[in-house]
């Protein structure tokens, strides 16, 4: 009786060491690494087509946030008039691009997978908003004077918040769609312009300020 007790007693503890390492092995697989690459497809405050894109690292640790990086760029054609001289203008071409670091968090759902995440930009972090402005003035119906870029070298801090709606597929694959608005304030793009001032008096500020739609996939290791 007494043998029976014992064998009895080892194989509770047995029972009890194999089911904490399973429990220890599963919480381990459900720890991973995940790498984010999204596309832009679109930016609200863009008059065409844009290119940019969205990357993170994602990592297991509890409470620590995740890192990632935005880029997004496009290229806008206005032409402004003198408000005192109808017949005087300027034609501006402008490539604008804007990056910011981010920090993000990835919550899971029954279902999808929520990630919400901030972020900034700015000329110490070597990112923020350029702009590259072609400028062609006509004053007052004379020849068009082309004139260098203004070349704004992320001078212009930018703020970022964002949020990704997540399918994940077998733990190891996500789809998801992003969100991503750039806040900064309105930019004067001929502001740093050589060749003179203008001979007509022209308003060049701009906001480009805007939400950056992205689509994208993520890989668990």
């Not at 402005?133 to 068009?144: A, D, L, N, S, W």
């Given at each position: 009786m007494l043998n029976r007790t014992k064998y009895f007693c080892k194989l509770c503890l047995s029972g009890s060491f194999l089911l904490v390492l399973l429990s220890l092995s599963s919480t381990a697989n459900a720890q991973f690494i995940g790498i984010n690459a999204d596309v832009a497809i679109d930016y609200s405050a863009a008059p065409g087509s844009v290119s940019g894109y969205s990357v993170?690292?994602?990592?297991?640790?509890p409470f620590i946030p995740n890192i990632g990086y935005s880029s997004v760029s496009f290229k806008d054609k206005d032409t402004v008039t003198d408000s005192s001289e109808s017949t005087s203008s300027v034609l501006l071409e402008t490539?604008?691009?804007?990056?910011t670091i981010n920090l993000f968090y990835n919550i899971p759902f029954p279902v999808v997978t929520i990630t919400v995440g901030f972020g900034y930009g700015s000329d110490n972090?070597?990112?923020?908003?350029?702009?590259k402005?072609?400028?062609?003035?006509?004053?007052?119906?004379?020849?068009?004077k082309t004139?260098?870029?203004?070349?704004?070298e992320t001078s212009v801090p930018v703020s970022e918040v964002?949020?990704?709606?997540?399918?994940?597929?077998?733990?190891?694959?996500?789809?998801?769609?992003?969100?991503?608005?750039?806040?900064?304030?309105?930019?004067?793009i001929t502001s740093n312009k050589s060749g003179g001032n203008f001979e007509g008096t022209y308003n060049t500020?701009?906001?480009?300020s805007g939400g950056m739609t992205t689509i994208g996939v993520q890989v668990a290791f």
């Open positions: 993170g690292i994602s990592h297991p640790a490539t604008t691009t804007i990056k972090l070597n990112t923020g908003v350029e702009t402005t072609t400028i062609v003035e006509t004053f007052e119906g004379g020849t068009p004139q260098q870029t203004s070349d704004l964002f949020f990704h709606i997540g399918l994940p597929f077998w733990n190891t694959v996500e789809f998801h769609l992003g969100y991503h608005l750039m806040s900064f304030t309105s930019i004067d500020k701009k906001n480009y």
